[in-house]
């Protein structure tokens, strides 16, 4: 009889270990646990903690990629309104969490960049794809008038995802949603300001 690989149940026991104490706060021993899994399943798949990382990147970026599908391919709403709906079903979930949790992108951006470039590497795929559906949204709403074109959509992409990981990680020090509000507030009042002539 085959033996069951254990490799899934770790990496998704290794997204909940680094989501609470992040890369350097955890170790094997902590993941392996965390997955009711012996340690030696855990060498057995994984060449380093580096590449268990990536794959923890990877896994937590699906289900960012489900929440961007949900909301700006929808195609039932106005593209601007669907850029907001973004921020707000992030809102919720991180209100939902205490304000506790974050974005493990945006955590992972701070605290591995400078130790690791396999992250780093990994990181910067990860932005280059996240941006796409954003740009495309952005260009549609100014297709279609809802924004301004002084800007390209790249780069109010770029813009939008950066302040918003700079405003998540804010919340996590204030331990509430007012940065996050304050930023959808100004941001959809100002660079995202809703044209009044079509």
Same mark, same amino acid.
């Given at each position: ?21 992040? %890369?350097?706060?955890? *170790? ?11 340690? *030696?399943s ?9 590449? %268990? ?17 949900e ?28 304000c ?5 992108? *945006?955590? %992972?951006?701070v ?9 780093? *590497? ?15 949204c952005?260009?549609?709403a ?16 770029? %813009? ?35 044209r009044?002539?079509?």
């Amino acid at each position: 009889m085959a033996k069951i690989s254990l490799r899934n149940d770790i990496v998704a026991a290794g997204l909940r270990t680094m989501f609470r104490t992040g %890369f350097n706060g955890c *170790g094997v021993r902590d993941i392996v646990a965390e997955a009711d899994a012996p340690q *030696g399943s855990f060498t057995n798949h994984f060449r380093s903690k580096e590449a %268990f990382a990536a794959e923890v990147l990877e896994l937590y970026f699906e289900h960012v990629k489900a929440i961007v599908r949900e909301t700006l391919e929808d195609d039932s709403r106005p593209a601007r309104e669907r850029l907001k709906r973004y921020l707000d079903v992030i809102t919720r979930r991180l209100k939902a969490d205490g304000c506790t949790r974050g974005c493990l992108i *945006g955590d %992972f951006s701070v605290e591995v960049v400078q130790q690791s470039e396999l992250l780093r *590497g990994k990181l910067q795929a990860i932005y280059a794809e996240w941006l796409k559906p954003f740009a495309a949204c952005i260009a549609e709403a100014q297709k279609a008038g809802e924004l301004a074109t002084d800007f390209k959509p790249l780069d109010l992409a770029d %813009f939008l995802i950066s302040s918003w990981e700079g405003a998540i990680l804010r919340m996590k020090v204030e331990r509430n949603s007012a940065p996050l509000e304050r930023f959808k507030r100004i941001v959809f009042h100002t660079i995202f300001a809703e044209r009044v002539e079509r």
